[in-house]
């Protein structure tokens, strides 16, 4: 499990040693994480350094540098959580680093919390897991594609047993291509130890649509997500944000960078106004994971096709507030053979 409070764990380069105390105070999580501008790791600090600099004659007035262990071990946002376990043992070590391919930090790993059972959350999980996965054939031509393996196991396997990991016990999963494959597989959800329910689409309703035929309606705040959506985010976190904002739906968003090509001219009729050599527009993508209110159901009509941005956008006209997550963690929509073969190749079976 990846601690919630890790990012009151960074600490910014040009910290002293005493901002590196408080930061230790603060986040209770016995470690400083120094990185630069943009996140990445430099090193970490912890009380043990701190006490070794004192002896030294560092002062607390003092940069934190020369303190910093600057080589501390690292762990990728994929690896499984057995395999963190191992090496935090292995290295008597009771916090690990998660870092991205660019060393930017993404979590925390921390020993008492990979040891702890998370309490059960009263919070429903949809999964749609109904399209026919058509960018996919031939991999779909007999099987669904929420159980193509990946790493061994389907692609739901892993958000279920993810999402289980954080305190989920109460599944429901939309079916319409192949569903009865679904079904035979996971059952009841009795062997992953929570209880998994099933609507059952007759025609494909979209995100949005599916979600009229729950019943009972839920009680409290509802994660959806995607099928094919793999990713390293925490459901929780999600869901925590959503609660704090009191928003009727919030979607996760992930930037997305595109540079054109070719250099740009500004005009203004016939007039030349200006030049931009291949410029990068920025914007924000759904990341097709999202969080709703349980009144936000009166917006649909059973039955009635509906899809997630229609939704808001029905929301938005009745005023009430939709709002985004912000995603910075690994994630993959897999809908092509190219992205199923780039997950295959993330999770490679231990």
């Known amino acids: 499990m990846v601690s919630e409070q890790w990012r009151a764990c960074l600490l ?22 120094v990185v630069d ?24 007035s003092d940069p934190v540098a020369p303190i910093v262990h600057g080589d501390p071990l690292v762990v990728p946002p994929t690896l499984e959580q057995e395999m963190v376990l191992q090496l935090m043992q292995a290295n008597k070590i009771h916090q690990l680093p998660i870092v991205d391919a660019g060393r930017r930090v993404v979590g925390l790993h921390v020993w008492d919390e990979l040891q702890s059972t998370p309490s059960a959350r009263p919070n429903t999980m949809v999964v749609m897991a109904g399209g026919k996965g058509t960018r996919l054939r031939p991999h779909t031509e007999n099987c669904p594609k929420p159980l193509l393996p990946v790493g061994g196991k389907p692609m739901l396997e892993h ?8 305190g989920f016990r109460h599944f429901v999963l939309a079916i319409h291509y192949l569903g009865h494959m679904i079904e035979d597989y996971f059952g009841d959800g009795s062997r992953w130890n929570v209880r998994i329910d099933y609507l059952r ?5 979209g995100t949005g649509g599916a979600l009229s035929l729950l019943s009972p309606r839920p009680e409290h ?51 030349i106004i200006g030049f931009e050599e291949k410029p990068v527009y920025r914007s924000h993508v759904n990341a097709g994971i999202y ?60």
């Open 291 to 350: 969080v709703i209110e349980p009144r936000a159901l009166d917006a649909l009509e059973t039955h009635q096709h509906c899809d997630m941005p229609t939704l808001f956008e029905r929301l938005q006209a009745g005023s009430d507030r939709t709002i985004v997550y912000p995603m910075h963690e690994p994630w993959l929509d897999v809908g092509r053979p190219a992205d199923l073969e780039q997950a295959r190749n993330n999770h490679e079976p231990a």
């Open 159 to 166: 958000i279920i047993q993810r999402a289980s990991g954080e």
């Open 221 to 271: 705040p509802f994660l959806v997500t995607n099928g094919d959506v793999l990713t390293d985010v925490r459901y929780s976190e999600i869901l925590d944000f959503h609660e704090r904002q009191g928003a009727a739906a919030t979607m996760a968003v992930r930037s997305h960078e595109w540079q054109h090509p070719f250099g740009v001219v500004k005009t203004r009729g016939m007039e």
């Open 37 to 60: 501008a943009g996140d990445r790791l430099l090193g970490t600090v912890t009380d043990g350094d701190i006490r070794r600099g004192l002896l030294r004659g560092v002062q607390l």
């Open 12 to 33: 910014p380069h040009e910290s002293s040693v005493q901002d590196a105390i408080r930061c230790l105070d603060e986040s209770g999580l016995q470690i400083a994480m």
């Open 201 to 205: 689409e007759n025609a494909p309703l």
